[in-house]
């Protein structure tokens, strides 16, 4: 079915009529064919718009190769509750503006960018992407110095202070030929639409654009990357840089009040902290590995007297594997680090646990001792789950009575 395209000469908010033709149930979608049409469909790397027919909110729209064949029909997407509530007939078409505007933008950023790359660099743009919240093009160069990109970004913001008009070229009834296009114009088509920046850029595109150069209002690249043998760069432009300039502020704002430092300075200021932090942190380490030394210490007195005891008197364990057990206050993390200081100087079993966790660790270095098969019965009597090696097991508990339960049978 054949829809009037109007969208490259409307972008206004206010209602615009049309007429709906027909109706398409899509499983849970349904497709809207109008006599006519202010919504832009998907392509070209930019996205469709958005809006509302009669009210209804626009999901999609899309061009798809038209029933029974001749070109392609363009299909306005909503759900399939919404478009119960509709009927052919006269319509009320409603663009989200703000959205179009948006693209629009970005589009001609687009092409304002790629061709700056090729005029400073040689390099040819092979793909792009206009995304919702930033946008890609993938450059045939396996890499752009960041000099070259402070150069591209100049030389483009030159440009928008130019005012340099956007023309569009529809071949035929132009020749094609004459323009010294970005990219090999598409095949099989009876009208090629050419976007030209006047001094800039010659680029086909069926996309929306600018007036003028002075409409895009900034472009700023954000980064690039290897990509595929290639190089992607991403980019916004327009209101987007003025919305991401506003958050980056805001940011500076709060790390400025929190580190008592300019906002200009806050980058240096977050290194410094970084870096306070970092020797506050192996200060830390250090404490906790001198409080483990100590701890282990206390282990390992009681672990003597277990595997030598004094004469006449007889461990309350089997001499074969004598056991230390104890419960910290403590975390689990402490708790490794207590029993990985005390197992290498002893050949007894140290089962330790933290009370905050319900968790529990036993360690042996002592040859001949299985862990597993030492702490499977008590561990299954009450509750817990576990697991590990001959010398190294650990586990967990639902409630703090049955680990001390547990730790009560092993002693």
Known sequence: MYTERLYYDYAAPEPYPAEIREIRLQGDRAA???DRTIFYPEGGGQEADRGSINGVPLQDVKEAPAAGGGGEEILHIVSAADAETMKPGPASLVLDSRRRRDFTVQHSAQHL???TILRLTGNYTVSMRLGAETCTIDV????????????????????????APLLIHLCPPEDITKFPLRKVPPQGEDVIRVVEIAGYDFSPCCGTHCESTAQIGLLRILGAERYKGMTR???????????????????????SRALKVPVMDSGAGVLAFLERNAA???????????????????????ARSLTDPPSG????R??????????????????????????????????????????????????????????????????????????????????????????????
């Open 280 to 302: 506050l942190e192996q200060e830390l380490k250090a404490l906790r590995e001198a409080a483990a030394e100590q701890k282990a210490e206390a282990l390992l007195v009681r």
């Open 313 to 316: 008197e007889s461990s309350s």
């Open 233 to 255: 760069v991403t980019f916004i432009a327009g209101r987007r840089v003025l919305a991401q300039s506003r958050l980056l502020w805001r940011n500076g704002e709060t790390i």
């Open 113 to 115: 960018l790629s061709g």
């Open 32 to 34: 809207i064919l109008l």
């Open 140 to 163: 045939d160069a396996p890499e752009l110095s960041a000099d070259t990109l402070a150069r591209v970004e100049d030389a483009a913001a030159d440009a928008i202070e130019a005012g």
């Open 318 to 411: 089997s001499a074969k594997v004598p056991l230390v057990a104890e419960i910290y206050n403590a975390s689990f993390d402490e708790i490794l680090r207590i029993g990985r200081a005390a197992q290498k100087q002893t050949s007894a079993v140290l089962l330790l646990a933290s009370r905050d966790e319900k968790k529990f660790a036993a360690f042996c270095s002592g040859k001949g001792t299985d862990l597993r098969s030492l702490l499977k019965t008590a561990l299954e009597e009450n509750g817990g789950k576990g697991g590990g090696g001959a010398g190294f097991f650990q586990g967990v508990f639902e409630t703090v009575p049955a680990l001390e339960s547990f730790l009560g049978n092993m002693i």
